[in-house]
């Protein structure tokens, strides 16, 4: 199977999935949840980088002799999947800021209302730390695994 094939159906399933994720409503939920929008970033980044790699296996073998324009795609690629993985993180430390902005200091516990807001915010600092970490580090996976099959196939080639 040649690159250009095994992105096609790597992006399928991504597709699928995508389309699975909306559809149990889990896309909406880290909508909702994701304050910092941080997941709607690296979302576009895999968006764009999983066309800058369908383009780049389908160029391998076309420019057999052009390196330097392989190279530059290569190393865009590389940079947005470590972008995506970077970003989740600092959606953690985003979503720890939400977590500790409030002033607990001043909390009663003995007032309910008072406890389920801070309940609230617990939950929302929470949300943003894990669903950024998530996304993150599945789209920098997923990136990654595009980028090991063009270079692959890029060294069959020149062997």
């Known amino acids: 199977m ?42 576009v980044l895999l968006a ?3 066309l800058l790699m369908g383009y780049s296996s389908y160029r391998v073998g076309v420019n057999a002799g052009q ?10 690629g590389w940079f947005m999947a470590e972008a995506m993985m970077v970003l989740g993180l600092a959606g953690t430390v985003v979503g720890f800021i939400v977590l500790f902005q409030g ?20 939950a929302s600092g929470m ?9 993150g580090i599945f789209s920098s996976l997923l990136m990654k695994i595009m980028l090991v099959n063009v270079e692959v196939s890029e060294e069959e080639q020149d062997n």
Request: negative net charge; proline residues 1%; aromatic residues 10%.
């Open 127 to 135: 949300g943003v730390a894990l669903y950024t970490t998530i996304v």
């Open 67 to 76: 390196s330097h324009n392989r190279d530059i795609r290569l190393y865009m």
């Open 2 to 43: 040649n690159a250009f094939k095994r992105w096609a159906a790597l992006a399928s399933l991504m597709l699928l999935a995508s389309w699975y994720l909306v559809d149990t409503g889990v896309v909406e939920e880290i909508m909702c949840t994701d304050v910092s929008k941080l997941s709607i970033v690296i979302a």
């Open 48 to 50: 764009v980088g999983t």
């Open 103 to 122: 002033n607990f200091a001043d909390v009663s516990f003995d007032d309910p209302e008072t406890v389920q807001e801070v309940i609230i915010a617990i």
